[in-house]
């Protein structure tokens, strides 16, 4: 049985240790040295970027997210042990772990964090299609001559390398298509290595719950209850054509998917859609100068999101959740797309003044769409706003005294309401 140690990559035949280090981090399986793609997922990634920089919180239990109002955005294990979960509203969270730690997100570290990962990965292969900050699809098809190892070192080797260079741990799965490497990702976290090789496919996937196809939600999955599918293998008993009939689209996705077929590659350059922020409040607010304050910090962010991808957007969008949850959305086009915290504050400022709607609200959101590459947009010169291009300048020399003295180096009056 081909076998991997992920403690000293030592490649071996059979055997619950490593004979060379006698560690039990032990991968074994009869594919290991022949699949290619694979799925690396950070483990807690925000809460472990906040344990790594504050060694305080090594054994507390960590949850990161907003105020009591807030939701959850990540949780370390310590806390998911209890049952606290991601997008869980806060309050809630800390009824089952009051203990807990609670951080507010720092979306700078993570983004310096996930930029080191990427550049583990890109000595891997260019076939890299990120999901989010914290995990990607890899193909290593092909990288065997180069690196003088399967794929299977070089995944181990990299977690290896994210935890001894950067204080962060993940899981990988290794499969022969995406949709099971992803599946694989989650089998044994934390620091978990798990494949799903091509001859075990469909009896792995037969008792399995369809909830673990993506799209699968409370609603897809009443659907598919009231037919009686609710594992892949209830959807092994339908013809192809009766699934379609029923479900569309779905149901010939549900059919090849069962039987562990999924033809999607790992597609590098899939562009960033948008780019947004938001906060929840602590208590409902319709305060003007309050909301004003948010909305200039929201408009900093975006921002600093977008200049740190080298990326501009065309359209701004301010989202408004009311105190009884009904969401209020307004967006509107540029003359010419932006990057400037400047033009996005205004332009959100105007949105919202122009809302018709005095209502007090729990939440607020900033964002940018409809992006591109910042070198292939045209001037932001506007004849309607002839101080336009002063601000700008001013905001770009205020962003180089921040990078070089620090993020609290300036602050505008209005970010202090």
């Not at 730690?101 to 720092?106: E, N």
């Not at 964090?113 to 890109?122: D, F, K, Q, T, V």
């Not at 009896?203 to 009231?226: F, H, M, T």
């Not at 709607?357 to 940018?368: F, K, M, S």
């Amino acid at each position: 049985m081909p076998s991997l140690c992920r403690a000293c990559l030592h490649a071996f035949e059979a055997g619950t240790r490593c004979p060379a280090c006698r560690s039990p981090r032990v991968t074994s399986h009869p594919e290991l040295f022949t699949l290619s793609i694979a799925h690396m997922d950070c483990d807690a990634f925000f809460a472990n970027v906040e344990k790594r920089d504050n060694p305080e919180l090594a054994d507390k239990p960590v949850i990161v997210g907003g105020g009591r109002r807030g939701v959850v955005s990540t949780a370390c294990y310590l806390a998911r042990i209890r049952g606290v979960r991601s997008a869980m509203p806060m309050f809630q969270a800390l009824k089952l772990c009051p203990e807990a730690v609670v951080v507010k997100p720092r979306f700078e570290a993570y983004s310096e964090a996930s930029r080191a990962i990427r550049a583990m990965m890109e000595e891997m292969t260019p076939a890299i299609e990120p999901l989010s900050l914290d995990e990607a699809f890899m193909d290593l098809t092909g990288t065997e001559r180069l690196h003088g190892a399967p794929p299977a070192v070089m995944l181990a080797r990299l977690t290896k390398r994210m935890q001894d260079e950067l204080g962060l741990t993940g899981s990988i799965g290794l499969s022969h298509n995406k949709f099971l490497a992803k599946m694989a990702s989650d089998f044994d976290k934390p620091r978990g290595f798990s494949v799903i090789g091509r001859a075990e496919t469909v009896e792995l996937l037969r008792p399995k719950p369809v909830s673990l196809i993506w799209g699968v939600g409370p609603a897809a999955q009443a659907q598919l209850d009231a037919v009686g599918i609710r594992t892949f293998d209830d959807i092994l008993r339908w013809e192809l054509k009766d699934l379609v009939k029923r479900f569309g689209g779905m149901g010939d996705r549900l059919w090849h998917l069962a039987r562990g077929e999924d033809r999607r590659r790992v597609t590098p350059h899939d562009p960033v859609k948008s780019i947004s922020n938001e906060t929840t409040f602590d208590s409902d607010t319709r305060d003007p100068d309050i909301l004003d304050g948010h909305i200039w910090r929201l408009a900093e962010k975006v921002s600093s999101r977008a200049k740190a991808k080298d990326l501009v957007g065309r359209v701004v969008v301010l989202k408004l959740k009311r105190a009884d949850h009904t969401l209020l959305s307004r967006r509107v086009s540029l003359r010419a797309p932006t990057q400037i915290a400047d033009t996005i504050y205004r332009t959100a400022r105007g949105l919202f003044d122009a809302r018709g709607d005095a209502a007090a609200y729990r939440l607020l959101g900033v964002g940018l769409s409809e992006l591109s590459a910042s070198a292939s947009a045209p001037s932001e010169a506007d004849l309607l706003d002839p101080g336009a291009a002063a601000r700008e300048r001013a905001e770009r020399a205020a962003d180089a005294i921040r990078a070089k003295f620090g993020e609290a180096a300036i602050l505008k009056g209005r970010a202090l309401r």
